[in-house]
């Protein structure tokens, strides 16, 4: 790998380890078929259609490689739902919807790498029995759409995809499917009604994966175009020996996007959990803006529930519980999880001592407001109510009850809805009021009147 | 009754971008195009909706009356269900945006950097009155009808920020000091 040379000013930082973003920025690379292949691209495929399928299945269940659209569930095991005596066909969905705010990865995959995805999607696509796959691509990618449709169509003319896949007798058409801007396409039980051309309303669980039932009621396995990747990876390397990256239950690489005020933001692919919060702030990121001093952090996407820079974690129990600062934190599932928010979909969003909080937040109910589906009444009057009230803080026109309001409308949201889009839009909220209540409650006042005209004005771009 | 209601939903509102689109005609190459994606949906024409407003709206700019009628005669389903599904979604719109549309990332990433200034900057050089924006009218056409400004949800360029489209067209560090080149770069 060392003879990879990338574009000026857009090569790796020393600590990453670049598998899936290996020909990201690469000096020489294009999106073509023939570019992929003298780099040694399909060979994996080659390798695997030559395996038993659930050989494949327990390489990806060996490897311990966790979803990285969000949840973070074992891919493997995750296949290993399609019921036994299935006689339906499968299908295979790709998720690229890639919608939660913070997160910029799957972006520079589908415009700077379509084969490697092709790759995995044909080499999943036989593991599960898939004949028929689906890339399910945001609207705002028209370019990436493209881009992915000519890949196909050279993967086809060159027997990779269709009709008996190098002769193995293995069928797969791939087909790209337009989103229309809307955030709830991600979900994948809203994704697949969306595919089926009704309005991207949540299925009602159970069935609880649509593993059993999805796609036209028939098995459908739904991945992210991150780890559908990796499992080009894991054929190549072997589950056991791609477990060896990362730590424990957290394997892999895993692409880290840092978004905010930080002097580097940026897409970083590191081993799971190899790197803590200080490290990727502060030496990978190159620390905080001149003059400023790191604030908050958003770990993993909006949704996931915000840290303090000065917080003290009590992790694990009774023998083994200890104090975990927050620059300490081990970038993975496991401890993100221990520290009361997630790893989600990989998006740090990183706010300096100049952002107030009570903006942040209303950016963010602005957000869920928009994008509920409106299928619940919690979440769908829920977020309107939690936006009007943030509204107010921000114009400074709340009194000081409005910030119990607010958290209490958040807890009648979480875990009384259809679908995640209701703790996804009330985590959020929950954990800038219980992290910040005094800054929130210094900006309302029992007058409802804290802010002039003067003031609001130059407030009104929530910036410096 | 039920049928006016309907009527009256499916029926574009005037707007200074119509003099950009033609309108929408079912032309041999439109029916090729919606064909070969319907082919991709063996088991459900319904599948075929979204791509097929797609096709509509990347021709003639907006989802008309007639359109929709074509969508639901092509795919043998109601016109409600064609209507449903423009009417949740977003990147559908049922009157004429400008000729080049801005769509300006709202979410936090990018309003950090800037995203919201830009918009206003944007507004103040086409002439765009943003007061005008509703709910249910996201988007705001300059008088001359050559300019039309939207807000989008993060855009998935975070750590690039701002980031905006205009028409198919990426742009990411676009701070608000950009504004002006952003709309040399579309000049009529
Ligand atoms: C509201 C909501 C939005 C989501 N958005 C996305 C998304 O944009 N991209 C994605 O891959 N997964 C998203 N997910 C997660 C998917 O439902 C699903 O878990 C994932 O695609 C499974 O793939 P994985 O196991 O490879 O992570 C979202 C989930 C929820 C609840
Ligand atoms: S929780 Fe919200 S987004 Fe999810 S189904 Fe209910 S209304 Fe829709
Ligand atoms: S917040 Fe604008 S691209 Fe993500």
Redo the contacts with the bound molecule.
């Keep these: 790998m060392s003879d990879i040379k990338y574009l000026p000013g857009k090569e790796p930082h020393p600590s990453e380890h670049r598998l899936i973003f290996k020909n990201i920025d690469r000096e020489g690379w294009d999106t073509s078929i023939d570019t992929y292949i003298a780099d040694g691209g399909y060979e994996q495929l080659k390798k695997a259609i030559t395996m038993e399928p659930s050989a494949i299945t327990n390489e990806v269940k060996a490897s311990g490689l966790?979803?990285?659209?969000?949840?973070?569930?074992p891919?493997g095991v995750?296949w290993g739902f399609i019921p036994p005596n299935n006689t339906k066909p499968v299908y295979l969905i790709c998720?690229?919807?890639?919608?939660?705010p913070g997160?910029f990865k799957?972006r520079y995959i589908l415009h700077q790498d379509p084969h490697q995805l092709i790759e995995g999607m044909v080499i999943s696509a036989f593991a599960v029995g898939a004949k028929v796959a689906f890339i399910y691509i945001?609207e705002e990618f028209p370019e990436a759409a493209l881009t992915i449709e000519r890949a196909i169509e050279e993967a086809r003319a060159k027997s990779l995809v269709g009709k008996d896949i190098l002769g193995s007798g293995f069928d797969l058409e791939i087909w790209v499917h337009r989103g229309a801007a809307a955030?709830?396409?991600?979900?994948?039980?809203?994704?697949i009604e969306s595919l089926e051309g009704k309005r991207p309303y949540?299925r009602i669980k159970p069935p609880y994966f649509p593993a059993a039932l999805g796609l036209y009621m028939a098995p459908t396995i739904?991945?992210?175009?991150?780890?559908?990747c990796h499992v080009k990876h894991i054929i190549e390397m072997g589950g056991a020996e791609y477990a060896k990256l990362g730590v424990e239950r957290n394997t892999g690489t895993r692409i880290l996007c840092v978004s905010g005020d930080v002097k580097n933001p940026g897409y970083y692919e590191v081993q799971v959990g190899k790197v803590t919060m200080g490290e990727l702030l502060n030496d990978i990121c190159g620390g905080p803006k001149d003059g400023r001093s790191f604030k908050a952090v958003i770990p993993g996407g909006s949704?996931s529930k915000i840290l303090r820079c000065e917080e003290v974690f009590k992790i694990g129990k009774g023998e083994d519980a200890k104090d975990l600062a927050f620059w300490d934190i081990q970038m993975d599932f496991d401890t993100l999880a221990a520290c009361g928010t997630m790893a989600g979909?990989g998006g740090v969003i990183v706010l300096d001592d100049s952002r107030k909080m009570s903006w942040v937040l209303n950016n963010i109910n602005h957000f869920y407001a928009h994008?509920s589906c409106g299928q619940c009444t919690p979440c769908r009057e829920g977020n309107g109510w939690m936006k009007k009230i943030s509204d107010r803080i921000v114009n400074g026109l709340a009194a000081p009850e409005d910030i119990q309001t607010l958290e209490d409308v958040a807890y009648q949201i979480d875990g009384k809805t259809i679908?995640?889009?209701g703790?996804?839009s009330s985590w959020p909220v929950e954990a800038i009021i219980s992290k910040f209540r005094d800054e929130l409650t210094a900006e309302t006042s029992e007058d409802n009147q804290r802010l002039s005209k003067e003031q609001l004005q130059r407030e009104a771009y929530l910036t410096k | 009754m039920s049928q006016d209601i309907l009527e009256n939903s499916v029926t574009s509102q005037p707007s200074s971008g119509d003099k950009n689109f033609k309108p929408f005609e079912a032309s041999a190459e439109i029916e090729a195009l919606a064909d070969e994606r319907i082919a991709h949906y063996p088991v459900s024409k319904l599948s075929a909706v979204l791509p097929l407003l797609h096709i509509v709206q990347h021709h003639f700019g907006f989802i008309s009356k007639e359109s929709i009628t074509w969508v639901a005669e092509k795919l043998e389903i109601e016109k409600i269900k064609v209507l449903s599904v423009v009417t949740f979604y977003p990147a559908f719109r049922q009157s004429a945006p400008g000729k080049f549309h801005y769509r300006v990332c709202r979410t936090l990433s990018c309003a950090m950097a800037g995203s919201h200034e830009l918009m206003d900057k944007i507004c103040e050089i086409t002439n765009i009155d943003r007061s005008k924006l509703s709910h249910h009218h996201p988007i705001v056409v300059s008088p001359c009808g050559n300019y039309s400004v939207e807000f989008a949800e993060c855009l998935a360029s975070c750590g690039s920020a701002p980031a905006c489209l205009v028409n198919d067209d990426f742009h990411d560090n676009v701070g608000p000091e950009k504004a002006q080149a952003l709309i040399d770069q579309y000049s009529v």
């Design positions: 966790r979803g990285r659209g969000g949840a973070g569930f891919t995750k998720n690229a919807d890639e919608s939660e997160t799957d945001r955030y709830i396409c991600g979900e994948e039980t809203g994704l949540p739904v991945n992210n175009v991150e780890s559908l949704s979909s994008e679908c995640a889009f703790e996804a």
